[in-house]
């Protein structure tokens, strides 16, 4: 069995109901999926590190504020610099997601955040690898997956005016549950390999 580490920030909401269904994806896999809040872990010196580490993968999550990632899980990623400088994550399976208002809304940064983060570790950056289910006119908006088209790590939208309950959509949460399930089949094989 394989354990995964889920790390996300969510200001209003909105990215930990995202958070919630990468770990259904990924748990459906029978991964051991534990979600970490970003705050409980803005310094090396406190929070639950050491179950951090014990991780063979780890998912980064948060929301896209102003082009880039929440001011709380900057301050998160800052603090990995202990668990850098001891390769503590050297070659465990890495992924990101993060949720905006917009569709596109820079999201792109946030999750190039994540991947330069998980190169500096050493870690293995799993992309998504699910075509977008929105870029014909045929196409249902509402019912797509991956409609924003991002392949780099999970983009999902929630509109401003809406509160968690109300978003993302249920098209946006399947779509986090697909990218939770690749990330740990990924994370599965990298941990079968390596036995």
């Known amino acids: 069995m394989a354990k995964i580490a889920i790390v996300y920030h969510s200001g ?10 990468v770990r259904k994806g990924a748990a459906s896999t029978g991964a ?15 929070g639950p590190w050491n179950e951090l580490n014990a991780a063979d993968g780890i998912i980064f999550g948060a929301p896209t504020y102003m082009g880039s990632a929440s001011a709380q899980m900057k301050q998160f990623l800052d603090a990995t610099s202990k668990a850098w400088f001891t390769d503590a994550w050297k070659d465990k399976i890495a992924a990101g997601f993060t949720n905006s208002g917009s569709l596109a ?22 992309n998504f690898g699910l075509k977008s289910g929105f870029n ?11 409609r924003a088209g991002f392949y780099n ?27 939770g399930e690749r990330v740990a089949n990924a994370t599965l094989r990298w941990v079968r390999g390596a036995a």
């Open 12 to 21: 209003y909401g909105h990215t930990a109901k995202v958070a919630e269904h």
């Open 32 to 46: 051991e999926v534990t979600l970490y809040k970003a705050e409980d872990l803005a310094s090396p010196e406190s």
């Open 105 to 126: 809304g820079d999201k792109s940064s946030t999750l190039n955040q994540f991947s330069t983060i998980a190169a500096q570790h050493g870690m293995v950056w799993v």
């Open 136 to 146: 014909a006119s045929g196409h249902d908006f509402a019912g797509a997956l991956n």
């Open 153 to 179: 790590g999970l983009a999902t939208q929630a509109m401003t005016d809406l509160s968690a309950e109300e978003g993302p959509d249920a098209s946006d949460l399947k779509t986090a549950e697909l990218f």
